[in-house]
């Protein structure tokens, strides 16, 4: 790989190693360019004071580079940095830097047939650069290998994400950088794809590996290992340990789409630079007593990067892409998953016009979109199938709470409060141990709400549809399809009446006496109508101490929504709710 045209993609980490810093302390006053850089927002005026107060050139630059590295760190910094030393005359600073970028992109041979050999998966064919999370996992892995380097011990790299967000591909475009494995792991990076292998397939897995840190080279088949002690587990693992410590101890072992503890314990002596593992689940790594750094892929595609993909796929310009490709982008919110299949799809039709409108149509209907299908570089053959091996992984009792998140709607954030009251659990604390299971299962996300002070949940909506589409029925052998849809339809209004009976039990039937945890009193109304609780939807809104107590709550806009919709699906409600509503468009107006 050349040197790129910018380095938009290269870390500013690496430019605070004690190699370059050496390097450009010679080269560069740093209080001339202080002004410089404040100027393009790399520093702060807190840095800027900060750094003049030091004593000497070599501490003020260390700190500097400390600086722009904490707070202005991202795709781009570097060009920022370089800029501005060529705009304060510091040419020749500017040219050290450089060079010295150019050597860490300059073309290795032996380098790149090292990376073939151990697996690392090659740049697919359509491929969209997402600078962003590539420069965030490239960073975390030059840190972790770094304090690994001083501590003299294994750290371990957790990537998890919910399904179809890309773990595996940014893992692999991190790696095939040539800073990264020049800089952090000189003696190899070795990949090896677990799934789900079940014992014999991982001692199949774990042979395979020792033969590449054994040999150097790749055995393509099971049948030419020649393990020592190969029908034991602990003998596999200790000489895979002994191989990592002799030959390559300042290396990387990836770990792909982990989903066992098993697999991780079988690889724990294995002491090399860095351990990286690619799952589903957070908590993949709980068991092992080593330094862990965790990356997040809790996004997809922007919609600039969805439309490359699709005119990468189409061979035309992003121009003439239809409308329908950005309906496409937020309909799956950019999930790489979807824009695979999809895009399978439209290439399978490469030669006839595309038919736009009904890749659109399957991302909107809840029956369709799971059974998407194409031929595509992903694993799974479907969105479905995706999340139910996630799903199935889980325990018996979780199953059946993750099929009560049917009843929420996607974009709304729950407070953990709910998921306390939905399960009649004791303290919000031992929800949240609940909920910590879906969340590392990359089911659902985890955020803090300010405003509120409390905990919520985010779910996106492909999880909410599988959810929908799949809560367990009895099943009847011979049952007509319309039927099983019925039962499945009556199933989630069950969901939703269950939602309403625990907030009833909680107030001991006083719903004016209902808590605020800034959900019920907004969607409660919401719940009984998908309920059909059409007896106490008239019961509850003739209940003026509720109403009033809920306008405090909900405000006068919710609540006026609410009525209208309630009008607008059982019109039998509009005489009872008239009044109110003609009130509360006073009030909002």
Known sequence: MSMPTDHGETCFRLLRREIFVHLLERDLNVCEVLGGLLAVNLISFIDYCDVRALPTNRAQLDLLLTRIHQHADGPGAIEKFLESLRKDNYHHAATTTDHYLHGLYARDYTRQVDIKSGLVPTQPQFYVVRKELVYKIKDNIIAAAQQASASEATHWIVIHGMAGNGKSYLAAAALRSPEIWKVCFGDGIYWLDIGKPGTDKLFIKLGVLWQMVNSNRMQPGPSDLKLPHADNMESICQSLANAFVTQHPNSVLVLDDVWDEAVIKAFEKVACRCIIVTSRRKDIVKSIHAAVTYVNIDSGFTLVESQEYFAQILKVPVANLPHEAVLIHKESKGSPMVMSLVGGMVRDHINT?????????????????????????????????????????????????????????????????????????????????????????????????????????????????????????????????????????????????????????????????????????????????????????????????????????????????DLLLLQKQHPSFTEQLEPLVKELNKTVC
């Open 353 to 561: 016009p595309p038919q736009w409108q009904h890749y659109l149509s399957k991302l909107t209907n809840p029956q369709a979109v799971m059974t998407i299908s194409a031929t595509s570089p992903y694993e799974h053959r479907s969105i479905g199938e995706a999340i139910k091996l996630s799903v199935d992984s889980l325990k018996f009792d979780l199953r059946e709470k993750f099929f009560d998140f049917a009843i929420f709607d996607d974009g709304v954030p729950i407070p953990i409060s709910v998921f306390t009251t939905l399960w009649s659990i004791q303290t919000d604390g031992d929800a949240g141990d609940e909920m910590a299971h879906f969340v590392n299962s990359s089911l659902c996300t985890r955020d803090y709400c300010a405003k509120r002070d409390c905990i919520v949940y985010r779910f996106h909506d492909l999880i909410l549809v599988y959810a929908r589409n799949n809560i367990p029925i009895p099943e009847v052998p011979g049952a007509r399809d319309v039927d099983i849809q019925a039962a499945r339809e009556n199933a989630l209004q069950n969901k939703h009446r269950k939602l309403f009976h625990k907030y009833q039990a909680i107030c001991e039937g006083h719903f004016q006496n209902l808590p605020d945890d800034y959900y019920i009193h907004n969607f409660i109304g919401y719940h009984m109508s998908q309920g059909k609780m059409i007896a106490d939807i008239k019961l509850l809104y003739s209940n003026r101490a509720f109403l009033d107590r809920r306008l405090i709550y909900a405000g006068p806009e919710v609540v006026l929504v």
